[in-house]
């Protein structure tokens, strides 16, 4: 295991990193459990994050967030065996040289897990993993389409 990542690093490879985002200071408006990260995230990219609107190059305002519980399948007796967990968050854009707000737009993430009454508390802990790790995809999808773009100049 050691001689693979050895053998990895010196090839030169890297986790994807996101793309640099062309814009120097942020505004985001909304509130959101994704908030703290995705500043977090902007800042660890060497982005400002301002309060003031005329500070910002971008604006971005996290306009809704939901989290929900599906149920996927049922046993023969109705009893719940599987869910789909949907996390979306809306959101939309503004640049500082636009007079108008961009069309909102959707990221979210899906996930399935098998339910048993009999293990309750481990499958809080699944779904909770779960939820987490579609925040972080959905972060992330929004990093991507953040830096896909533009200053218009």
Request: net charge positive.
């Amino acid at each position: 295991m050691l001689t693979l990542s050895v053998m990895l690093t010196a090839c030169g490879f890297h986790l994807r990193q996101p793309s640099p985002i062309a814009f120097k200071t942020v505004q985001i408006k909304g509130t959101t459990l994704i908030n703290t990260a995705l500043k977090k995230l902007l800042i660890e990219q060497g982005v400002k994050v301002v309060t003031d609107a005329e500070e910002a190059e971008l604006q971005l305002e996290l306009l809704k967030e939901e989290n929900e519980q599906r149920i996927l399948s049922l046993s023969g007796t109705g009893v719940v065996r599987e869910y789909e967990l949907y996390y979306r968050v809306q959101y939309r854009t503004k640049l500082a040289s636009e007079a108008t707000w961009a069309l909102p737009l959707v990221m979210e993430g899906r996930r399935d897990y098998t339910y048993n009454d009999a293990n309750l508390l481990a499958k809080q802990a699944e779904q909770k993993l779960l939820t987490d790790s579609m925040q972080t995809d959905v972060l992330n999808g929004i990093m991507r389409r953040l830096s896909a773009l533009k200053k218009v100049q």
